[in-house]
């Protein structure tokens, strides 16, 4: 092994913490993205990963200083469109004329998303403990809200009322927050 070989390559190093730090800013903006293409969280994780992947491959075609988030939402919607190809087999439910029109609005509505997200999980953490455990427990994949209940020591019909309750609380407090952005 020659000397050359031994010593890492800083120009890649510098690279991978350029992807680590532009990806990890935009990752959950990219995830929300494939959301909206592909409603099932299990087949939209599936996406995501093999788009983290791709994202990372061909991070060298990145030219840095442009605009990473719109790169890598193309690298998804690519990603997006071949996992609906692999589902011919499977009734689509909708036209690709229809894919697109949701593709291009959920990139214009990227930043509107980014504030209620950020707005939701500071209202959710006010919540008090009760409420963000029955929340926490409610929304795991696979989990019915008749099991979390059971799981808490409540009746189903307790749960549901409640939640109803915490919904509104969570609503309610998304709106003023952003009310209180957009006036600021």
């Known amino acids: 092994m020659t000397a050359a070989s031994e010593t890492p390559n800083p120009n890649r190093a510098e690279r991978a913490d350029e992807f680590a730090r532009l990806f990890g800013g935009h990752a959950r903006q990219i995830y929300s993205y494939i959301l909206t293409l592909i409603p099932h969280w299990a087949d939209a994780e599936d996406v995501f990963q093999e788009t983290s992947t791709i994202l990372w491959e061909k991070f060298g075609e990145f030219t840095p200083g442009t605009n990473f988030h719109a790169w890598a939402c193309r690298v998804a919607y690519f990603r997006a469109i071949w996992f609906w190809q692999r589902q011919k087999k499977v009734a689509v439910p909708f036209s690709e004329e229809f894919f697109n029109l949701v593709a291009e609005d959920a990139l214009s509505h990227q930043d509107v998303l980014e504030d209620q997200h950020q707005a939701l999980a ?12 029955l929340i926490d427990r409610c929304y795991v994949p696979g989990v019915t ?24 609380e969570l609503f309610d407090c998304v709106e003023a927050v952003l009310k209180e952005h957009r006036n600021s």
Do not use: F, N, T
């Not at 500071?122 to 455990?133: A, N």
């Not at 209940?149 to 189903?156: F, K, M, V, W």
């Open 122 to 133: 500071g209202c959710v953490q006010k919540l008090v403990d009760q409420d963000r455990d």
């Open 145 to 168: 809200i008749k099991q979390a209940a059971l799981e808490l020591g409540r009746s189903p019909d307790a749960a549901y009322k409640a939640l109803k309750r915490i919904h509104r």
